[in-house]
């Protein structure tokens, strides 16, 4: 195998078990293996991959995929989706909060901050981490169809798992101001931009790290996914097939003047 395109088209299956003629062209990313079993029951189909580093399930031309977690992980899963093409990805990732956000609050991110480093490897450091816009309006028409409000900014994407105990760094995201923190979210972006595959967003605020009392414990994360993960997935499964049902390309979005400016992202 020589090609990028003939190794991701071996790889792709390798890694989840799934024949690339069985994945749909809507993708949804997370890194939870419940929200694909979630995924699984309310569309009636088969979990594949439980003993491959990823599982998936697909239904309705759309794929719910587990990769796991970390910037390299991110920019392996986006370069392998390459292999299929797909006309949207939307990763469903849990942050943590940094400003006013409460657990529970939805983040819609204009844009990422490139802390993570492996998102180097693909771009210069200049280059923006930035979302699809079409893919961000239709998972904000799909939130707000759920009755529900969230907030825009741009969140931190970074290497390091613990950092709530380093003055220093907190004193740094307070000074950028940032929305948020992940692990993801900016290297999904700019891979994504490499791969010309559109891509966007939905964070869940699961924790306020800046605080000790704020801090995700393991119980506490229970309470949460239990609370918060299926309502996720459900605005994540409506974007994706509004996008799917309007036949529009995500790639590309045009202004037109008299549009009615509530149809898209506040």
């Known amino acids: 195998m020589k090609t990028k395109a ?3 088209a071996d790889w792709l299956p390798r890694y989840t078990g799934r024949p690339l003629e069985q994945f749909g062209k809507y993708v949804l990313l997370s890194n939870f293996v419940s929200y694909v079993e979630l995924f699984a029951e309310r569309f009636g189909v088969e ?4 003993s491959h580093p990823m599982q998936s399930a697909t239904a309705e031309n759309l794929t719910i995929l587990n990769f796991g977690m970390g910037s390299a992980m991110a920019a392996t899963v986006m370069d392998l989706l390459s292999s299929i093409q797909p006309r949207a990805v939307l990763f469903l990732g849990k942050c943590g909060g940094l400003k006013k956000t409460k657990v529970g ?4 991110p204009i844009a990422a901050i490139r802390g993570e480093g492996a998102s180097n490897d693909y771009m210069p450091a200049e280059i923006p981490a930035l979302p699809s816009f079409r893919l961000q309006k239709s998972v904000s028409a799909a ?4 009755g529900l409000d969230y907030w825009t900014g741009t969140v931190y994407t970074t290497n390091r798992r613990v950092w709530e105990h380093d003055d220093r ?3 740094y995201l307070r000074n950028i101001r940032a929305n948020a923190i992940d692990m993801e979210t900016a290297t999904i972006f700019i891979v994504g931009f490499v791969n010309h595959i559109p891509k966007g967003a939905l964070l ?11 801090v995700k414990t393991s119980k506490r994360d229970k309470s949460i996914s239990e609370r918060y993960t299926f309502q996720h997935l459900e605005i994540g499964i409506d974007a994706l097939v509004e996008l799917r049902d309007s036949g529009e390309s995500v790639k590309h979005l045009r202004f037109e003047t008299g549009a009615d400016p509530r149809e898209f992202p506040r």
């Open 47 to 50: 979990v594949l991959g439980r």
């Open 105 to 108: 609050d939805f983040i819609l």
């Open 6 to 8: 003939e190794i991701v």
């Open 204 to 214: 869940l605020v699961s924790d306020n790290p800046m605080t000790p009392e704020g």
């Open 169 to 171: 760094f907190k004193s």
């Open 143 to 146: 939130i707000v169809k759920h």
